[in-house]
Protein backbone atom coordinates (compact mmCIF):
# COMPACT_ATOMS: atom_id res chain seq x y z
CA UNK A 1 0.00 0.00 0.00
CA UNK A 2 1.61 3.19 -1.11
CA UNK A 3 1.50 5.98 1.37
CA UNK A 4 -0.19 9.01 0.09
CA UNK A 5 0.73 11.06 3.02
CA UNK A 6 4.29 10.20 1.68
CA UNK A 7 3.72 11.41 -2.35
CA UNK A 8 2.58 14.23 -0.71
CA UNK A 9 6.03 14.96 1.29
CA UNK A 10 8.01 13.90 -1.56
CA UNK A 11 6.18 16.52 -4.10
CA UNK A 12 6.85 19.09 -1.11
CA UNK A 13 3.74 20.45 -0.02
CA UNK A 14 5.31 20.45 4.05
CA UNK A 15 2.31 20.87 5.66
CA UNK A 16 -0.16 22.30 2.51
CA UNK A 17 -2.76 20.48 1.58
CA UNK A 18 -2.89 19.64 -2.33
CA UNK A 19 -6.11 20.65 -4.33
CA UNK A 20 -8.54 18.08 -4.96
CA UNK A 21 -7.15 17.78 -8.78
CA UNK A 22 -3.23 17.11 -7.40
CA UNK A 23 -5.31 14.41 -5.20
CA UNK A 24 -6.79 12.81 -8.11
CA UNK A 25 -3.78 12.96 -10.29
CA UNK A 26 -2.17 10.89 -7.39
CA UNK A 27 -4.39 8.43 -6.86
CA UNK A 28 -4.50 8.08 -10.90
CA UNK A 29 -0.39 7.86 -11.42
CA UNK A 30 -0.63 5.03 -7.70
CA UNK A 31 -2.67 2.93 -10.08
CA UNK A 32 -0.51 3.41 -13.07
CA UNK A 33 2.58 2.91 -11.02
CA UNK A 34 1.34 0.28 -9.38
CA UNK A 35 0.48 -1.67 -12.48
CA UNK A 36 3.85 -1.60 -14.29
CA UNK A 37 5.78 -2.47 -10.84
CA UNK A 38 7.14 -5.42 -10.73
CA UNK A 39 9.24 -5.80 -6.73
CA UNK A 40 12.13 -7.39 -6.84
CA UNK A 41 14.92 -7.84 -3.80
CA UNK A 42 17.80 -9.65 -3.08
CA UNK A 43 19.73 -10.16 0.45
CA UNK A 44 22.96 -11.98 1.50
CA UNK A 45 24.06 -11.97 5.15
CA UNK A 46 28.19 -11.86 5.88
CA UNK A 47 30.19 -11.92 9.31
CA UNK A 48 31.06 -8.14 9.70
CA UNK A 49 33.94 -6.91 11.37
CA UNK A 50 33.60 -3.31 12.64
CA UNK A 51 36.42 -1.22 13.71
CA UNK A 52 35.93 2.91 14.73
CA UNK A 53 36.63 4.19 10.90
CA UNK A 54 35.81 0.94 9.01
CA UNK A 55 33.46 -1.87 8.33
CA UNK A 56 34.67 -5.25 6.36
CA UNK A 57 32.39 -7.52 5.07
CA UNK A 58 31.32 -9.50 2.45
CA UNK A 59 35.23 -9.33 1.19
CA UNK A 60 34.42 -5.07 0.93
CA UNK A 61 36.44 -3.01 2.98
CA UNK A 62 34.02 0.34 3.80
CA UNK A 63 35.79 3.21 5.17
CA UNK A 64 33.07 5.05 6.93
CA UNK A 65 32.54 6.19 10.30
CA UNK A 66 29.28 6.51 10.15
CA UNK A 67 28.64 3.87 8.99
CA UNK A 68 30.59 2.02 11.80
CA UNK A 69 28.64 3.91 14.62
CA UNK A 70 25.31 2.72 12.85
CA UNK A 71 26.92 -0.95 12.97
CA UNK A 72 28.61 -0.56 16.64
CA UNK A 73 27.93 -3.33 18.16
CA UNK A 74 26.98 -5.82 15.01
CA UNK A 75 28.94 -8.91 13.95
CA UNK A 76 27.14 -9.32 10.94
CA UNK A 77 25.29 -6.86 8.25
CA UNK A 78 23.32 -7.72 5.85
CA UNK A 79 23.51 -6.51 2.36
CA UNK A 80 20.48 -5.71 0.42
CA UNK A 81 19.41 -4.59 -3.12
CA UNK A 82 15.42 -3.79 -4.63
CA UNK A 83 14.31 -2.51 -7.34
CA UNK A 84 11.13 -1.41 -8.77
CA UNK A 85 11.78 -2.90 -12.22
CA UNK A 86 12.14 -1.02 -15.76
CA UNK A 87 8.18 -1.07 -16.21
CA UNK A 88 8.30 2.46 -13.90
CA UNK A 89 11.08 3.84 -15.67
CA UNK A 90 9.14 3.43 -18.60
CA UNK A 91 5.88 4.89 -17.30
CA UNK A 92 8.16 7.56 -15.69
CA UNK A 93 10.00 8.51 -19.55
CA UNK A 94 6.98 8.43 -21.30
CA UNK A 95 5.25 11.31 -19.28
CA UNK A 96 8.81 13.39 -19.20
CA UNK A 97 7.71 13.74 -23.17
CA UNK A 98 4.33 13.71 -23.01
CA UNK A 99 3.18 15.51 -19.82
CA UNK A 100 5.91 16.87 -17.47
CA UNK A 101 3.66 17.73 -14.34
CA UNK A 102 2.19 14.02 -14.71
CA UNK A 103 5.68 13.09 -14.44
CA UNK A 104 6.67 15.42 -11.43
CA UNK A 105 3.74 12.83 -9.98
CA UNK A 106 4.52 9.75 -11.08
CA UNK A 107 7.83 9.98 -10.06
CA UNK A 108 6.91 10.94 -6.67
CA UNK A 109 4.80 8.15 -6.48
CA UNK A 110 7.43 5.86 -7.36
CA UNK A 111 9.58 7.01 -4.68
CA UNK A 112 6.78 6.17 -2.33
CA UNK A 113 6.35 3.00 -3.09
CA UNK A 114 10.24 2.04 -3.66
CA UNK A 115 10.30 3.10 0.52
CA UNK A 116 7.10 1.01 1.29
CA UNK A 117 8.92 -1.64 -0.38
CA UNK A 118 11.82 -1.48 1.35
CA UNK A 119 10.27 -1.21 4.30
CA UNK A 120 8.22 -4.49 3.71
CA UNK A 121 11.40 -6.72 3.03
CA UNK A 122 13.15 -5.27 6.07
CA UNK A 123 10.05 -6.27 8.24
CA UNK A 124 10.54 -9.80 6.79
CA UNK A 125 14.28 -9.64 7.24
CA UNK A 126 13.36 -8.40 11.51
CA UNK A 127 10.86 -11.45 11.61
CA UNK A 128 13.58 -14.05 10.22
CA UNK A 129 15.82 -12.55 12.35
CA UNK A 130 14.20 -12.16 15.70
CA UNK A 131 13.41 -15.53 15.56
CA UNK A 132 17.60 -16.04 16.07
CA UNK A 133 17.65 -13.44 18.72
CA UNK A 134 18.91 -10.67 16.88
CA UNK A 135 17.97 -6.68 15.82
CA UNK A 136 18.00 -5.10 12.30
CA UNK A 137 19.73 -1.75 12.26
CA UNK A 138 17.99 0.65 9.83
CA UNK A 139 19.23 0.65 6.22
CA UNK A 140 22.38 2.68 5.56
CA UNK A 141 22.49 3.48 1.82
CA UNK A 142 26.00 3.57 -0.13
CA UNK A 143 26.15 7.72 -0.76
CA UNK A 144 24.78 8.32 2.52
CA UNK A 145 27.25 10.36 4.78
CA UNK A 146 30.58 9.60 4.16
CA UNK A 147 30.41 6.42 2.51
CA UNK A 148 31.35 7.35 -0.76
CA UNK A 149 29.04 5.97 -3.55
CA UNK A 150 32.41 4.90 -5.47
CA UNK A 151 31.69 1.31 -3.23
CA UNK A 152 28.23 1.09 -5.41
CA UNK A 153 29.69 -1.18 -8.02
CA UNK A 154 31.58 -4.07 -6.14
CA UNK A 155 28.22 -3.91 -4.08
CA UNK A 156 26.26 -4.42 -6.42
CA UNK A 157 28.51 -7.57 -7.71
CA UNK A 158 28.76 -8.92 -4.14
CA UNK A 159 25.02 -9.16 -4.33
CA UNK A 160 24.84 -10.50 -8.56
CA UNK A 161 22.34 -7.47 -8.74
CA UNK A 162 22.59 -7.89 -12.67
CA UNK A 163 21.84 -11.62 -12.61
CA UNK A 164 19.01 -11.66 -9.61
CA UNK A 165 17.33 -8.51 -9.69
CA UNK A 166 18.23 -6.81 -13.14
CA UNK A 167 19.95 -3.80 -11.62
CA UNK A 168 22.98 -2.52 -13.67
CA UNK A 169 25.52 0.53 -12.81
CA UNK A 170 26.19 3.28 -15.62
CA UNK A 171 29.50 5.11 -15.43
CA UNK A 172 28.17 7.75 -13.52
CA UNK A 173 26.87 5.65 -10.98
CA UNK A 174 23.41 5.54 -11.66
CA UNK A 175 21.31 2.11 -10.93
CA UNK A 176 18.84 1.20 -13.84
CA UNK A 177 16.15 0.77 -13.48
CA UNK A 178 16.21 3.86 -11.76
CA UNK A 179 13.92 3.00 -8.77
CA UNK A 180 16.24 0.60 -7.26
CA UNK A 181 17.69 0.82 -3.67
CA UNK A 182 20.83 -0.75 -1.99
CA UNK A 183 21.70 -0.97 1.59
CA UNK A 184 23.42 -2.32 4.44
CA UNK A 185 21.63 -3.79 7.53
CA UNK A 186 23.12 -4.41 10.71
CA UNK A 187 22.49 -7.45 12.75
CA UNK A 188 23.05 -7.53 16.50
CA UNK A 189 21.87 -8.59 19.41
CA UNK A 190 21.81 -4.98 21.09
CA UNK A 191 18.49 -4.06 20.71
CA UNK A 192 18.45 -0.22 19.76
CA UNK A 193 14.67 0.24 19.79
CA UNK A 194 15.84 2.33 15.90
CA UNK A 195 13.05 3.61 13.70
CA UNK A 196 12.84 1.05 10.34
CA UNK A 197 12.97 4.64 8.83
CA UNK A 198 16.35 5.71 10.15
CA UNK A 199 17.38 8.64 11.47
CA UNK A 200 15.58 11.19 10.40
CA UNK A 201 12.46 10.45 11.81
CA UNK A 202 13.97 9.76 15.51
CA UNK A 203 14.29 12.65 18.15
CA UNK A 204 16.94 10.38 20.05
CA UNK A 205 19.74 13.23 18.89
CA UNK A 206 21.72 11.55 21.86
CA UNK A 207 21.78 8.00 20.32
CA UNK A 208 25.34 6.17 20.62
CA UNK A 209 24.28 4.58 16.90
CA UNK A 210 23.16 7.91 14.78
CA UNK A 211 23.85 8.52 11.61
CA UNK A 212 25.22 12.00 11.12
CA UNK A 213 23.89 14.40 8.49
Known sequence: MIDRQEVIRYLGYKGHIPTQDVLDLIEVCIKEVEAAAEPKHVVRRFPARVTDSSVAAGGLSLHSRQLARNLKDCKEVIFFAATLGIGVDRLLHKYLKLQVSKAVVVQAV??????????????????????????????YSPGYGDLSLKVQNEFLQVLQAQKTVGIVLTEGDIMLPEKSVTAIMGLSSVKTGCHREGCEICSNTGCAYRRAK
Open 110 to 139: AAAAMETYCNQCQLEIEKACAKEGLFVRPR
